[in-house]
């Protein structure tokens, strides 16, 4: 119940079901002063979004049922979660989750790439984020990734996105260009500057 037919390869389930799955998994940073900590990041296999991610310098089964709780809300319209087969995941967490509605899909054991999404957005968080500064505390690290998932959400373009961003911003009304080589009277170009710099947000503003 909740797995995949035995018949049907698990990247064509992950793809025909795609906009149903949220997938969850940890990553580690480590602070100025060496101090471990644990990100949790959740992400929709649909549209690339990062649902939600919280960092921990004690990750537990309470603490990860609460953050997961927090992410997919009682009113979800997911239908899995994707998870691998870390202790971390207790059945207690899963019978949690079972309880919002969702049916949990884990893993093979020592096969990361069977949840790939999760694996390539956080080397996507260390090499565009955490790999440019270190965090001073837990505050900070949690600050700064606030800060990028808002970037990765709202400005930063994904290829397999049409390219396209997960939360595009409001359309504005523009009148079709004369020439596909060259844009209308559209005023000026504002760019928005992200952690301090480190990443850019252009939009066109209007006359």
Known sequence: MGCPRGDQRWSTFLKNHA????????FVSVTSTFRLL??????EHRSRRLV????????????????????LGFDTHYGYLLHDRDSIFSREL??????????????P????????????????IRRECLDWLIPLSEAHLRRTLRLWVEHYNRGRPHMMLGPGVP?????????????????????????????????????????
């Open 38 to 43: 644990y990100v949790l990041v959740v992400i």
């Open 19 to 26: 906009q149903a799955i949220v997938a969850c998994d940890f």
């Open 94 to 107: 899963d019978a949690a989750v079972g309880g919002l509605g969702l049916r949990i899909l884990k893993t």
């Open 109 to 124: 054991p020592r096969c990361p790439m069977a949840n790939g999404l999760c694996e390539r957005v956080i080397g996507t």
């Open 52 to 71: 939600h991610c919280n960092v921990t310098a004690h990750p537990t089964a309470a603490w990860t049922r609460q953050q997961l709780r927090q992410a």
């Open 167 to 207: 939360d595009p911003p409001a359309a504005r009304p523009t009148a079709t260009p004369k020439s596909c080589h060259r844009l209308g009277d559209f005023g000026s170009v504002r760019s928005k500057a992200v952690l301090g710099g480190l990443h850019h947000e252009y939009s066109l503003c209007p006359a």
